[in-house]
């Protein structure tokens, strides 16, 4: 049966979610992908403690091991309230072991909003998801997972062409089933392709693995599609760095970054 969204919320457990076969990631058909587990705790993480007028600026991904295709327990919670600033800390467990933990600082919006020279601002777009090609195939032994669960669509690059790439991200499905993805969300999910789309060595001969995922937003996203600006930088000693702007049809979003174990395999 093909599944209709990566998580299954349980019924009798607001902070339990099944997972299903689309959050599985490249390499392992155990393993998922970093994408939709980050995205859950964005889930989790609007879902707490909501406040009128706030949005969250910052999301701080630590994956501390691989994640099962398996039932998870998802919890947040406000670490450090204040008036404007508050940091909220989430986790996601399997069978009782952390895999993945977030910090996410959420801020006051201005109100009214305030009075700023446009003239002076960065400005710049990207060629939206209608100027790009689609991708038909995918570097993975899996035949059903992550990839096949979202749209990618490259402005520039590929995933067969190393070096830096220009990429559209849209989630064929929700995060949570019976909810609408949140900007949130899908920005979370898309940005841990960041060093995917950007690859600069043989897939078949390195891999690049990210320990985290750190996202920081500007303004909210607007849309189905995220654009990924991204590059990849590996070293001889077996650190790398991939970073990516972030784009909407609208324009400009905030950056991403990932810290990369790269080796042989």
């Known amino acids: 049966m093909t ?24 390499w392992s058909p155990d393993a998922q992908h970093g994408g939709p587990p980050s995205a859950l705790l964005g889930h989790v993480i609007e879902r707490c403690e909501p406040r009128e007028g706030f949005q969250i600026g910052r999301v701080a991904v630590e994956i501390l091991g691989p994640v099962p295709i398996a039932p998870l327990t998802v919890t947040a919670q406000v670490t450090r309230p204040g008036r404007s600033v508050e940091l909220i800390e989430a986790k996601i467990t399997a069978a009782g072991v952390p895999v993945l933990k977030a910090n996410a600082w959420r801020i006051k919006r201005a109100e009214p909003t305030l009075e700023l020279d446009e003239s002076v ?11 790009s090609v689609a991708v038909s195939s995918f570097p993975s032994v899996q035949p059903v997972g992550f990839h096949t669960a979202i749209e990618y669509r490259f402005i520039t690059g590929s995933f067969v062409d190393p070096g830096p790439a220009v990429c559209w991200i849209r989630l064929k499905y929700p995060i949570v089933a019976g909810t609408d993805p949140s900007p949130l969300e899908r920005t979370l999910a898309a940005a841990d392709s960041g060093n995917g789309v950007s690859a600069t060595l043989d897939w078949s001969r390195y891999l690049f693995i990210n320990t985290d995922l750190t996202v920081t937003l500007h303004r909210q996203p607007i849309g189905e599609w995220v654009c990924l600006d991204a590059a990849t930088y590996p070293q001889p000693h077996g650190l790398g760095l991939a970073e990516s702007a972030l784009f909407d049809e609208q324009g400009p979003l905030g950056r991403s970054t990932q810290t990369l174990l790269v080796g042989r395999r």
């Open 3 to 26: 599944p209709t969204a990566f998580y299954l919320p349980d019924p009798t457990d607001p902070s339990r979610f099944e997972s299903t076969d689309i959050t599985r990631g490249p």
């Open 121 to 131: 601002l960065p400005r710049g777009n990207r060629p939206g998801p209608e100027h």
